[in-house]
């Protein structure tokens, strides 16, 4: 069965950076695009970022843009995010997923995931 598995994901002080790994099996990964949401206590699941098939394609939230980048290694079966300069209100559980909705295009929308992980929590402290 499909699974994907997240890590990376801790406590940090404002400013700093984390590295969070997602490891996907039981699919061909590099047929999927995948994303990474995030979901704050109280509040609903949010887009963070997206890769399509060759990683040539990356989508991100507005508000992490510039500070979080996406990749992927096809041959390890893994997508990365990168996040520097991370703030308080990026504190929240990352949620990694795949998706074939629409081929090779970018999707935002979390209804429009097919396979999720069990997520990893990211605390930033001021």
């Known amino acids: 069965q499909v699974q994907l598995v997240e890590s990376g994901g801790g406590l940090v002080q404002a400013g700093g950076s984390l590295r969070l790994s997602c490891a996907a099996s039981?699919?061909?990964?590099?047929?999927?695009?995948m994303g990474w949401f995030r979901q704050a206590p109280g509040k609903e699941r949010e887009f963070v970022a997206a890769?399509?098939?060759?990683?040539?394609?990356?989508d991100y939230a507005y508000s992490v843009k510039g500070r979080f980048t996406i990749s992927r290694d096809n041959a390890k079966n893994t997508v990365y995010l990168q996040m520097n300069s991370l703030k308080p209100e990026d504190t929240a559980v990352y949620y990694c997923?795949?998706?074939?909705?629409?081929?090779?295009?970018?999707?935002?929308?979390?209804?429009?995931?097919?396979?999720w992980g069990q997520g990893t929590q990211v605390t930033v402290s001021s």
């Open positions: 890769i399509n098939w060759s990683g040539g394609s990356t």
């Open positions: 997923a795949a998706t074939q909705f629409l081929g090779n295009k970018i999707v935002t929308g979390s209804v429009l995931y097919d396979y």
């Open positions: 039981g699919l061909t990964f590099s047929s999927f695009v």
